[in-house]
């Protein structure tokens, strides 16, 4: 998590290349907890290159199916490896291809800016 300076009253928060190299490594580990995990990737401020103190990190993964509704699936993905806070979205293939399909504002966004990084 972001941290202050002993000295100074500046928050410095990670930048690009710490976040990318975390949620590579967060993911090495935690797709072998989810067996039916196709795809993740991140997006928005951490993708675009405009992220700054504050930024969350969005992700969204692509998996088999769930038995889950939609808004509960993130509660079973440890986020806490990760050195910023994390808004996750979790698809199953079948919604992931509706999504696309309808080119939402959502799968417009996520054509444009999403960073995949599993597998």
């Given at each position: 998590m972001?941290?202050?300076?002993?000295?100074?009253?500046?928050?410095?928060?990670?930048?690009?290349?710490?976040?990318?190299?975390?949620?590579?490594?967060?993911?090495?580990?935690?797709?072998?907890?989810?067996?039916?995990?196709?795809?993740?990737?991140?997006?928005?401020?951490?993708?675009?290159?405009?992220?700054?103190?504050?930024?969350?990190?969005?992700?969204?993964?692509?998996?088999?199916d769930a038995t889950e509704p939609f808004y509960r699936r993130a509660l079973g993905w440890d986020l806490s490896g990760l050195p910023v806070p994390v808004d996750l979205l979790v698809y199953t293939l079948a919604e992931w291809d509706q999504l696309t399909a309808g080119k939402s504002l959502l799968a417009r966004t996520l054509e444009r800016e999403a960073i995949w990084v599993f597998p």
């Open positions: 972001p941290v202050r300076s002993l000295n100074s009253s500046v928050l410095k928060w990670p930048n690009r290349e710490k976040v990318d190299r975390a949620v590579r490594e967060w993911i090495r580990i935690e797709s072998a907890k989810h067996a039916g995990l196709c795809r993740l990737a991140y997006f928005g401020s951490y993708a675009r290159g405009d992220w700054g103190v504050g930024s969350d990190l969005d992700l969204v993964a692509i998996v088999k």
